[in-house]
């Protein structure tokens, strides 16, 4: 085991000074000191990657991302380990599974002191931490300040000054009053400033909270893309309750799918804006520093398929796993590069610390600096979970393939779905057709995979839910996680 790590350790430092190269052939000598650049990590909630213009996307809802994407390198088909935020933030994080570090979807535990934050591994390195996140799911009451010198609850001091809050539950919208992305960009810019010249590198975590429901768009956006509409009436009962509007001019609540897509590009759009003063800051190299982005996102969103819409974490599909990943480091990074092979989000925490020259001990995931060389370097096989704790709903991907396996009867009903479907995700990305018939051997392969993945994976001893203060709980019903 230890001469395995120690030869992945070589093998990725060996890679992350290939990468180097470039810049050493102008004229520095041999590297002594690992790089320390300050680090960004900026996670968006429920933004799927094909609503992206960079992931292919009809409508213009993310020139700045898509920038971005051209500046670094983009992964093409990233998937989380848990399309839910709690899970899916908690797996990144550590770089676990969520049945090791015991964050799953229900019961709603915190993160334990326990487990080891890629904010404490970078506090040991000696960086200056501190964050900003705008969904209460991942709140210091659950866990997720560990390793974080300053830890900013985007609504804690908005709220804490008017004193009286409104009725979250029953205005729609009226959470993003603490959330919204020109908010958490204030926020985010006050900490990017306060650590420019300290002489010691930053690692900035920032989580925006826009373009989860319900969909409000700032009115300035709210005019985008009606060349793309399309009427999709559906029945009321598909429409969670804290997404259900009024279109513009209607008496009703309206039952359009088609109204309700527009309006998440059109959050997109306003978050799309907000992030560009806040990669201006960190792309100026406070104190004379490199800076290293790394965008992603907590999950995608349902909006229509297979009868699922405007929620996520209930369904293993496309829709709800796959996410945007881009990671930007100019000059050591090849810009405008895209790696096609399926990754996860675990697989972040030990890419950035390949990318450090960090030690990336008690890691489930792998790094990825392998695979912007080599494609076949990327992970054998991503697996992605969903659901009730209780008889989750399992992927695995390989390649274009993707084996989905519903182990509760009620899903099966519920999805119209089998226990087991084989799709191929890339000629057939709404995974409406099962291929399971025609390559058996596939399928033996990738469930024996799954099994593997089961038998081998550590598993938490359990524990209750957190507990939740009233304010928490108002916010949680208002972003439709407690009726
Ligand atoms: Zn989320």
Redesign the pocket.
Known sequence: MRSERRRRRGYASALTAALLLPLCAAGCGPRAEPPRPHVLLVTI??LRADRLGSYGHFNETSPVIDRLAARGVRFDDASVQWP??WPSMASMLTGTYPATNGVVLAPHRALGEEQVTLAERLRDAGYRTAAVVA?VNLGGGFGFAQGFDRFVESWAEPMAREGRKPDLVNAPGAVKRYTNATLVTEQALELIGACGDAGAPCFWWVHYIDP?GPYVPPEAHADHFAGSYARDDVHLDVIPKYQRQRAPGGAELTTDLGFYRLQYDREIRYLDTEMERLLAAAEARPGDRDVLILFTA??GESLGERGDALRHGFVPYQTNARVPLVLAWPGRLPAGHVVRAPVGLIDLAPTLLALLELPATGLAGRELVSALRDESQAPAYVFVESGHEKETQLAVRRGAWKLVRMRSFADRVRLRAPELALYDVRADPNEERDLAAQHPDVVRELDAALEAWLRGTPVHAGGDAAPVDEDTRDMLRALGYVE
Do not use: A, F, P, S
């Open positions: 909630d429920t839910k935020t969904n989860h907590d999950h």
